[in-house]
């Protein structure tokens, strides 16, 4: 079996109780993981454990060979910037901008340029030229992901990507995120509370009685 890019052991978190302990986690290149559970099980804060947002109570991270939370921070913020992509439940995109500029500003940093077929599988390239507060909640959406994609990151990390969507473009969405990981050698972790989507991954965790398991 090849490497893991992500391999988390002996997870433990709590904020004001205790959200889980002895999380064990890997994930494979061209790998695909969705985490299910109950709202306020702690889905969100595992996922910022594994994608350096978060340093856990207990436990460590080993992320792309990386002793992830041993780092300095100007190194887990390299790693961010070049290897990562999050899909957040925000979009966090700069709405008096254009659609274009919002990707332009993504691969200027990352020394990539923007894939139009990417922009068609999601069906946004109609988009471009309108400013984000133009955009619905499901436009603005698909530009966010076209914006993590465009980066060309090796590990994504989506949270509640197809929440706001109709079923329909949910799974296009997931599609595309999909194809993206086999095609790039890349892989994901997707919290999710839709069962649908989660089916679509490789594998299924559940989050539920603090502790991580698959199913």
């Known amino acids: 079996m090849s490497t893991p890019l992500l391999k988390a052991t002996n997870i433990a978190h709590s904020f004001d109780y205790q ?6 986690f890997e994930l494979q290149p061209q790998e695909s993981i969705a985490i299910l559970g109950r709202s306020g099980c702690g889905k969100s804060t595992l996922l910022h454990i594994f994608s350096s947002f978060i340093v856990p109570n207990e436990g460590e991270v080993h992320l792309l060979g990386h002793n992830l939370y041993r780092l300095r ?18 979009h966090y995109l700069f709405k008096g901008m254009k659609a274009i500029e919002n990707l332009e500003i993504a691969t200027l940093l990352s020394n ?3 894939d139009d077929k990417l922009l068609e599988q999601l069906e946004i ?6 400013k984000i507060g133009e955009l619905s909640g499901g436009q603005q959406q698909r530009i966010s992901i076209a914006r993590v994609l465009s980066k060309k990151p090796k590990i994504i990390f989506a949270d509640e990507p197809t929440g706001n ?5 949910g799974n296009l969405v997931m599609r ?17 509370h839709d069962e649908n989507m989660a089916k679509l991954c490789d594998k299924r965790y559940i989050l539920e009685n603090k502790n991580l398991e698959e199913f």
Do not use: P
Request: hydrophobic content about 40%.
């Open 73 to 90: 921070d100007e190194e887990i913020e390299q790693i961010r910037r070049d290897d990562l992509g999050i899909v957040f439940q925000a």
């Open 112 to 114: 990539e340029t923007i």
């Open 125 to 130: 390239k109609e988009l471009m030229e309108q």
């Open 19 to 24: 959200l889980f302990t002895d999380v064990d």
């Open 176 to 192: 595309v995120l999909l194809d993206y990981i086999k095609e790039n050698s890349a892989s994901m972790v997707l919290v999710t």
């Open 165 to 169: 969507l109709d079923r329909e473009t």
